[in-house]
């Protein structure tokens, strides 16, 4: 029930942030444009954008942005605040759902156990800020929820998490390709300063200036090179040094530096789908519980689907741990052993390798060869 209602909430903060996203659509308008189409069409303006434009005009400035209509403030006030609800909604049944040691009586012995500095809780946080200064942004920070669609199909997130799997080692990749682009621009405010135009957004007057071009222009896309427009740059032997420079880098950055990221990037791809297919392998041919395979019961005589639904039901082990942690009464030797193996993460009460059937079957084999 806690995982449906928290669903609930993921849905409702998406689906309010973008009804408000299309209502921003109609409201934010420039007036002049406004102006101009209402003119042309011989048509007179609506009530609300006639409203801005005098009220621009008695201010004696120009004014570029929401234009509401009747009753949009009241309509964004109601919806902010059910956002806002919406919202801690959500982060109490997620707390709820994930941190369920989290007891209403008070009980000394029990701690909470939460990780504070876990990214998703920092998500949660920016969820809520973003939605209070929502109202007072006349809805435009309700862009930032459109990102919450990737919590709502699991697609989305293996796509994000695949991507960010090699994060760490993708940004090492972001001083090395500074460092190139600095040694380029160097080189280019030392011997060809000079062919830069200020026309085409290209400075070079300061070493500065020059880094700034050049990382400015690899990030765009080319055939290879920077492309800069080379002024008084036009003999063949400019030709050469022009082949080398764009040569050169277009190996260093764009063949080599490019890959690699693109390299990491499938290979975070291929990672998290060896996982997942490991993942459900082991799901079916491999019992939770003890570890054992399915081949090796059949060939023991031991049914699987008896195995894994009787013997070793996962989620009996699970009910047992949660009665282990919530109960306020005294425990017997054993469950008190288990509890604190299970406090310590230590699997060694599992039947790590071994079934009873088993055991079974090799005691009475034991017996009938004595």
């Given at each position: 029930?806690?995982v449906s209602?928290?669903s609930?909430?993921d849905w ?16 934010w ?14 048509e007179?303006?609506?009530r609300?954008?006639?409203?801005c ?5 008695e201010?004696?400035?120009?004014y ?10 009241f309509c ?18 997620y ?5 369920h ?8 012995t ?6 504070w500095?876990?990214?998703y809780?920092?998500y949660?946080?920016?969820l809520?800020?973003?939605s209070?200064l929502?109202i007072w942004?006349?809805?435009v920070m ?12 699991d697609?989305?997130?293996r796509?994000i998490?695949?991507?960010?799997i090699h994060?760490?080692?993708l ?8 460092i ?12 060809f300063?000079e ?6 957004m290209e400075?070079c007057?300061?070493l500065g200036?020059?880094l700034?071009?050049v ?15 080379w ?5 063949f ?17 764009t063949i080599?530096g490019?890959n690699v990221v693109?390299s990491?990037?499938l ?5 998290l ?5 490991r993942?459900?392998k082991d799901?079916?041919?491999?019992c939770?519980?003890c570890?054992?395979?399915k081949?090796q019961?059949t060939?023991n ?5 008896s195995?894994?639904d009787?013997d ?7 009910t047992f ?7 306020d009464g005294k425990f017997s030797?054993v469950?008190?052993?288990?509890l604190?193996?299970?406090n ?6 599992l039947p790590?390798?071994?079934c ?6 090799l005691d ?7």
């Amino acid at each position: 029930a806690v995982v449906s209602t928290q669903s609930t909430g993921d849905w409702l903060v998406f689906l309010l942030a973008a009804f408000m996203q299309l209502w921003l659509l109609r409201e934010w308008v420039d007036m002049s444009y406004a102006t101009k189409q209402a003119a042309d069409a011989e048509e007179p303006l609506p009530r609300h954008i006639a409203k801005c434009i005098e009220a621009s005009t008695e201010a004696n400035t120009t004014y570029t942005g929401v234009c509401p209509s009747e009753g949009f403030y009241f309509c964004l006030i109601c919806m902010g605040v059910v956002h806002m609800i919406a919202c801690i909604f959500l982060g109490i049944s997620y707390f709820v759902a994930n941190y369920h040691r989290i007891s209403l009586r008070f009980n000394p012995t029990k701690k909470m156990a939460i990780n504070w500095s876990a990214f998703y809780h920092f998500y949660l946080l920016a969820l809520l800020i973003c939605s209070g200064l929502g109202i007072w942004t006349d809805g435009v920070m309700y862009c930032f929820h459109l990102f919450h669609i990737a919590t709502l199909f699991d697609l989305l997130r293996r796509v994000i998490q695949g991507a960010t799997i090699h994060a760490d080692q993708l940004l090492v990749c972001i001083p090395f390709a500074v460092i190139i682009t600095y040694i380029y621009a160097i080189i280019y405010f030392f011997f060809f300063r000079e062919m830069f135009n200020p026309d085409k957004m290209e400075y070079c007057e300061t070493l500065g200036q020059c880094l700034v071009t050049v990382l400015k222009n690899s990030l765009r896309p080319s055939s290879g090179g920077h492309n800069y427009s080379w002024t008084n740059r036009t003999t063949f032997k400019d030709l050469w040094t022009r082949l080398l420079i764009d040569a050169s880098f277009w190996i260093l950055f764009t063949i080599i530096g490019l890959n690699v990221v693109t390299s990491l990037i499938l290979d975070g791809f291929r990672q998290l789908k060896a996982e997942r297919e490991r993942a459900l392998k082991d799901m079916k041919t491999l019992c939770t519980v003890c570890g054992l395979s399915k081949d090796q019961l059949t060939s023991n005589g031991i049914s699987w689907a008896s195995h894994v639904d009787r013997d070793h039901n996962m989620w009996s082990y699970i009910t047992f741990f949660f009665y282990l942690q919530e109960h306020d009464g005294k425990f017997s030797a054993v469950e008190n052993e288990v509890l604190q193996k299970f406090n310590k993460a230590d699997p060694s009460f599992l039947p790590n390798g071994r079934c009873i059937a088993i055991d079974t079957k090799l005691d009475l084999e034991s017996a009938n060869g004595t």
